[in-house]
């Protein structure tokens, strides 16, 4: 298909295409709020997490307008094996690209957040980023269904990775920040809406096809709905209310200063 026939197919499917304007408007709507929020905050450190977290909205604005002109979608033949094998599938191959762009931000500022150090924030974001592009080739991967799953492991295994700074680097690191308040519970929303990505990747049709495309695009946008700008309202907002405890961390990538406590909301 040309790309002006995979544009036509999109807005044919009101469903689907309505799961990329929603969010087009709500990225608009938080890149606005968050440039507002983030006017006064001066600490060089609270500004950082700032300008993550506002990416993310940035970069999810131009891809779903990638999805919505059908620039980044497009329609594969599934190989022998898969539920609909000999079918053309409409693959949405460019929130790969958000995700790989969009979530290394969430985790840089989840562990500036945290006081975490170089390493921890290198191997988090490495393996993010190895978590989205291995899953992109499971999406991709035409020539057998095996290798789809196999690349899908291989994507699940990073995201291991990706957990386990999470849950327990990083978590010990806001403990002695004096931020595991605020992180433990962006921690839980992200831990939880991250696990659905694989889950719904597993039932859609790049998977077992037990879910429609419109109802799997629909899943992937309402979790990057709360997973990015609900997050990113909660973070910001503390941020900005305790700007004092993020400057009392030390100058570079590490532990607050003992003793710095979060103001109170």
Not at 139 to 151: E, I, K, M, P, V
């Amino acid at each position: 298909m040309t790309q002006t026939e995979v544009y036509r197919e999109i807005r044919a499917d009101q469903l689907l295409n309505l799961s990329f304007w929603a969010n087009i408007a709500l990225a608009g709507l938080s890149i606005l709020l968050f440039v507002y929020m983030g006017r006064t905050v001066e600490d060089p450190r609270a500004q950082l997490i700032f300008v993550a977290t506002l990416m993310v909205p940035l970069v999810s604005i131009s891809s779903y307008l990638g999805l919505a002109s059908g620039l980044t979608v497009s329609f594969l033949e599934m190989p022998a094996g898969h539920r609909l094998a000999g079918e053309e599938v409409l693959t949405m191959w460019g929130r790969y690209l958000t995700w790989a762009l969009s979530t290394p931000m969430i985790l840089l500022a989840l562990g500036l957040l945290a006081g975490s150090n170089v390493t921890k924030l290198f191997t988090a974001i490495v393996a993010d980023i190895g978590m989205c592009v291995t899953g992109l080739a499971a999406a991709l991967t035409t020539s057998s269904y095996a290798l789809r799953w196999f690349w899908y492991a291989v994507s699940c295994a990073f995201f291991a990775v990706v957990l386990y700074v999470l849950l327990v680097e990083w978590s010990a690191d806001a403990e002695a920040a004096g931020t595991a308040d605020i992180f433990d519970t962006l921690k839980v929303l992200t831990v939880v809406l991250w696990l659905g990505y694989p889950i719904f990747w597993a039932l859609g049709a790049e998977g077992f096809a037990v879910l429609d495309v419109a109802i799997t695009s629909w899943a992937y946008s309402g979790m990057d709905i709360v997973a990015k700008y609900v997050f990113a309202f909660l973070l910001l907002r503390w941020v900005a209310g305790n700007e004092t405890v993020v400057a009392g961390m030390a100058s570079g990538l590490g532990a607050a200063t003992p003793g710095a406590a979060p103001a109170d909301d």
